[in-house]
């Protein structure tokens, strides 16, 4: 398992050590047809990929790393797939992340700023009835 196929197509093994991923990443990335115009089954039923999986999966990685989910990437391997470049759709995506990345960036200031607030006031020793009346009375507001 693993060797090259004699007509240069490769089996499972193989496109899983040159890509670096694991067995069972390739063959659920071909589940969810992420790698559809490269793979085809044999008489005997093993996945056999065109040499172009490995280009296709690093693609793939390197997408992931950049936060595109894979449905995002399996559109726009579709469009590659058409014979279209799909350099535009691509910025679209990455133009998105980087919104939600500051959307998540303001949102861990608030935060911390709220959590800063809260040491800023922080009792070691609150009163016996806060004691008795919450939890932790520090965090519930009831000390401020």
Not at 30 to 42: D, K, N, Q, Y
Request: contains cysteine; negative net charge; charged residues 25%.
């Amino acid at each position: 398992m693993g060797a090259v196929i004699t007509d240069g197509r490769l089996k499972i093994g193989d496109v899983a050590t040159r890509s670096g991923l694991s067995v069972k990443t390739v063959r659920y990335y071909e589940e969810i047809g992420l790698l559809a115009p490269t793979v085809e089954r044999s008489n005997s039923g093993y996945r056999l990929f065109d040499q172009s999986v490995i280009n296709r999966l690093a693609f793939v990685k390197r997408a992931q790393s950049l936060g595109l989910s894979l449905s995002e990437i399996r559109d726009i391997l579709n469009i590659s797939d058409r014979g279209e470049l799909p350099c535009e759709e691509v910025k679209q995506h990455l133009a998105m992340k980087v919104a939600e990345i500051d959307h998540q960036i303001t949102a861990l200031e608030i935060l911390k700023s709220e959590l800063q607030q809260l040491l800023n006031h922080w009792q070691d020793h609150p009163s016996k009835h806060l004691q008795d009346t919450t939890i932790c009375p520090n965090i519930q507001g009831e000390c401020q």
